[in-house]
T-cell receptor, first 113, second 117 residues
Framework: GENVEQHPSTLSVQEGDSAVIKCTYSDSASNYFPWYKQELGKGPQLIIDIRSNVGEKKDQRIAVTLNKTAKHFSLHITETQPEDSAVYFCAASNGRRGFKTIFGAGTRLFVKA | GAVVSQHPSWVICKSGTSVKIECRSLDFQATTMFWYRQFPKQSLMLMATSNEGSKATYEQGVEKDKFLINHASLTLSTLTVTSAHPEDSSFYIC?????????????FGPGTRLTVL
């Protein structure tokens, strides 16, 4: 079945450094790739998304890249801050699958002050 | 915009009782809502897809008679955990898909923590 692999499972960086989280997906028909940030005890919050007709998207310190050929997409956070510490999930979906979203396993990001 | 609420935020109940969780899209219409459960330090597991005015579609392994879903309007879906047992204790999260969207833009609720004693 469809799946999304996410790496690394844990990432620890120093404040101010960059953090990169990578995902691969199996369903070539996927056309929408959101990234969610989840803080402890809360629901996931959409932080950025990218659609299959775009290769890169940036929003302030956050950027996402998509390589459709390789079925890879990545989240880049620059100038990390302690408040960026959370669990990040990548996901992939498409309309043909009834808009069902497949999530990665999550990356626990620690930003050390 | 795109705010989803859940109620209650947490609930503790005795084994054998039923618990209802509400999911509301506050400022947009949602033809489709999704229900997830999440165990500690794990990813979100889709339980069912709820479409307004029709029966929910359950994922394999999810008992439809145990997890009753009703999506009576474009802004409200409910999940009822019937005859709850301790193993049903989990974090339940709903999400709502924007009506008419070409892509699967979903917005999540804050989650409901269920503890069954």
């Amino acid at each position: 079945g469809e799946n999304v692999e996410q790496h690394p499972s844990t990432l620890s960086v120093q404040e101010g450094d960059s953090a990169v989280i990578k995902c691969t997906y199996s369903d070539s028909a996927s056309n929408y790739f959101p990234w969610y940030k989840q803080e402890l005890g809360k629901g996931p919050q959409l932080i950025i998304d990218i659609r299959s007709n775009v290769g890169e998207k940036k929003d302030q310190r956050i950027a996402v890249t998509l390589n459709k050929t390789a079925k890879h997409f990545s989240l880049h956070i620059t100038e990390t801050q302690p408040e960026d510490s959370a669990v990040y999930f990548c996901a992939a979906s498409n309309g043909r699958r009834g808009f069902k979203t497949i999530f990665g396993a999550g990356t626990r990001l620690f930003v050390k002050a | 915009g795109a705010v989803v609420s859940q109620h209650p935020s947490w609930v503790i109940c005795k084994s054998g009782t039923s618990v209802k969780i509400e999911c509301r899209s506050l400022d947009f219409q949602a033809t489709t809502m999704f229900w997830y459960r999440q165990f500690p330090k794990q990813s979100l597991m889709l339980m069912a897809t709820s479409n307004e005015g029709s029966k929910a579609t359950y994922e394999q392994g999810v008992e439809k008679d145990k997890f009753l879903i009703n999506h009576a309007s474009l802004t409200l879906s409910t999940l009822t955990v019937t005859s709850a047992h301790p193993e049903d204790s989990s974090f339940y999260i709903c999400s709502a898909r924007v009506y008419g969207g070409l892509y699967n833009e979903q917005f999540f609720g804050p989650g409901t923590r269920l503890t069954v004693l």
